[in-house]
């Protein structure tokens, strides 16, 4: 017999409270576990919501028939914006007469999260919707809780999409530094995009208070203390989302057309 070790590659994901956080704890897997480790570019958790002030209609059939009892179902409606995007949905029931039963309409709820969980236009989570149902029809034989549910999932994927937009999440930062390194440190946050809202400066030190995007913080612990020869240090913490700047909007859109995730769904029962 022959007996061989087979080295095995695992991609992993960790969560933590900042760069630095996520940087200790890949340090401890290296020093405990005598693991190799490479870490990538941290994932920025972006969001889709609908333009401002935007409305898509839908009108959703979804029907199929292979020979023996079919899949029916139909739905009508709109989508719109909330006031507030980080809100999750607002699923509102307009449909008359019993045009729909309760069960069903459920279903259409079920699978309209579930396509706001995968994301639309980016594939990244849908927040801040109106989804309002209007009306639909029915087949005493071929309607059931699954062809509802791929009924909403529709409407969302092949409607919502039309006025989607992508939100980018920004934190509000606090910087301390010495009075020295106030102008580069300035600088160096008006290239990350940043907007400075505040300058405190005290018995030497400086406290310099902005908002800048997520995805342009990291490293910035490393460029700080390069800047500041050590003795610079910042806080951060989540302040809002905002729509996302075209460029980059689409090359997020490009990525995930690139996915295996999008043309999975695209070789699917798409189209409806």
């Known amino acids: 017999k022959q007996w061989y070790q087979r080295r095995v590659a695992i991609t992993a994901g960790i969560l933590g409270m900042g760069e630095l956080h996520l940087d200790v704890y890949a340090e401890r ?19 889709e919501t609908m333009e401002p002030g935007s409305a898509v209609d839908f009108e959703v059939t979804y ?22 995007s980080t809100t999750p949905y607002e699923f509102v029931n307009s449909t008359k007469g019993g045009a729909i039963p309760t069960t069903l309409i459920k279903s259409v709820e079920k699978g309209m999260v579930e396509a706001m969980q995968e994301g ?17 029809k029915t087949h005493p034989v071929d309607s059931s809780d699954f062809t509802f549910s791929k009924a ?18 920004w934190m509000e930062i606090e910087v301390h530094i010495p009075d020295d390194f106030s102008g580069a440190v300035l600088n160096s ?8 809202s505040n300058l405190e400066v005290s018995d030497g030190q400086t406290v310099i208070s902005a908002s800048v995007p997520l995805k342009e913080m990291f490293g910035y612990t490393t460029k700080l203390r390069s800047m500041t020869r050590g003795l610079g240090e910042f806080t951060m913490e ?12 689409n090359d997020l859109i490009s990525l995930y057309r690139d996915s295996d995730q999008y043309k999975k769904q695209q070789s699917s029962e798409f189209g409806v």
């Open 29 to 47: 897997i290296r020093r405990e576990y005598g693991c190799e480790v490479e870490t990538g570019e941290p994932t920025v958790n972006y969001r």
């Open 63 to 84: 029907k199929r028939q292979s020979g023996g009892r079919g899949q029916y179902a139909h739905i009508e409606g709109t989508i719109t914006p909330l006031e507030d």
């Open 120 to 136: 639309a236009l980016t594939g990244n989570r849908i927040t801040g919707i109106k989804f309002e149902l209007k009306d639909g």
């Open 152 to 169: 909403g999932y529709y409407a969302i994927k092949e409607h919502f999409v039309k006025k989607a937009i992508a939100l980018e999440p």
């Open 189 to 196: 946050i008006s290239e990350r995009r940043g907007t400075t």
């Open 238 to 249: 989540f302040k809002k989302y905002e729509a996302l700047e075209t460029a980059d909007e």
